[in-house]
């Protein structure tokens, strides 16, 4: 059986796994179920030189409840943050905002949750969701960045569109920018398909961050390649450790990210949480069934 067909049979499968089971996959990637766990979670990472960032688990809200429910919850773990003296930042999605059924809306709530995070000396990072909102996403960002220094957005090597982006990112100031290759599937027009090009533009989308001055580059892969160049990048152009960091997911890679974390560069993990968790993995899952084959073959190497 092909890999791919592999993949799709695992995903195929999930709906009728028990949720119980479900869990037993899903829960190395995802700290628990409320905020304890991921200040738990974040607590235990910190001892261990990384610092964090935590994603309340949801997105696409519906109606206004959903919208509050997030920006409310968002609020309380940048106060338990702040109160836990925690190394961890946050990362929000604007779909779970409002962004697909009322823009202003969503502003309202980044407006409000970058107020609070300034108040309390803790740095926002806006994810990138599919091409059907990246311009949006990209002017919500670019809005928010003229009133406070401390938020972020994401890059997706996997866009053709990125280039453009990130040089006109630069253009308009000091940015702060998470690169990575792009979890959605996307068109063949609008997006590299092969997995050497999504390496080579990560390549150099990377060299044009450094070069043009991004005020802090995240650098979001577990791509052995991938990390490899970025080392090498850092040695040549003399990075300083200010102005870059590795990031990776809870629970993936685990060697590698150690070897970094060895080596001395600064290193953020990402923390997913929430009782969300069962959409979230279904929903993963079957926006790209290669995700399965790294689920399971993460478990049986136990990285
Ligand atoms: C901190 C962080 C933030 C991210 N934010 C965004 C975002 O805002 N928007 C967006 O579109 N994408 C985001 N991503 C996802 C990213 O775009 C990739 O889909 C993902 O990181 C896999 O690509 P890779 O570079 O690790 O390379 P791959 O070649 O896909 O993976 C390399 C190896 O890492 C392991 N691995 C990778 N991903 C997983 C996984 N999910 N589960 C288990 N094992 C895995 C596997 O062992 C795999 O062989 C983020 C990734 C990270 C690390």
Redesign the pocket.
């Given at each position: 059986m092909s890999v791919g067909l592999f993949n799709r049979a695992v995903v195929a499968a999930m709906p009728f796994v028990p949720r119980p089971l479900v869990w037993r996959f899903s829960r190395r990637?995802i700290a628990g179920v409320d905020l304890e766990d991921a200040y738990r979670t974040v607590g235990e990472l910190n001892a261990s030189n990384c610092s964090a960032t935590i994603d309340v688990l949801g997105e696409d809200s519906t109606d206004p409840e959903q919208v509050q429910s997030a920006v409310d919850l968002y609020l309380e773990a940048i106060r338990g943050i702040h109160a836990r003296t925690l190394d961890c930042g946050i990362?929000i999605k604007l779909s779970e905002f409002g962004l697909r059924f009322d823009v202003e809306r969503c502003r309202e709530g980044v407006r409000t949750l970058l107020e609070s995070a300034a108040e309390h000396g803790s740095f926002v990072r806006i994810?990138?969701?599919d091409s059907s909102v990246t311009s949006v996403t990209l002017d919500i960002y670019r809005e928010m960045r003229r009133e406070f220094d401390n938020v972020g957005i994401?890059i997706?090597s996997c866009l053709r569109r990125s280039e453009s982006d990130i040089a006109e990112l630069m253009d308009a100031g000091p940015t702060d920018v998470?690169l990575?290759?792009?979890?959605?599937i996307e068109p063949g027009e609008i997006a590299f398909v092969d997995?050497d090009e999504i390496r080579s533009s990560f390549n150099s989308l990377l060299e044009q961050l450094f070069e043009g001055g991004a005020s802090r580059v995240?650098i979001?892969?577990?791509?052995p390649p991938?990390v490899e160049h970025a080392e090498a990048l850092i040695e040549k152009m003399g990075v300083q450790k200010d102005r870059y960091e590795f990031?990776?997911?809870l629970?993936?890679?685990g060697t590698l990210r150690r070897e970094l974390v060895a080596r001395g560069h600064p290193l953020?993990v990402?923390v997913p949480f929430g009782d969300r968790w069962y959409a979230y993995s279904m929903r993963r899952l079957r926006e790209n069934p290669?995700?399965a084959g790294?689920?399971v073959?993460?478990l049986l190497s136990r990285?």
């Open positions: 990637y990362s994810d990138m969701e994401v997706q998470r990575c290759k792009g979890i959605y997995p995240a979001a892969t577990h791509d991938l990031q990776m997911l629970g993936v890679a953020r990402y290669n995700i790294h689920v073959s993460n990285s």
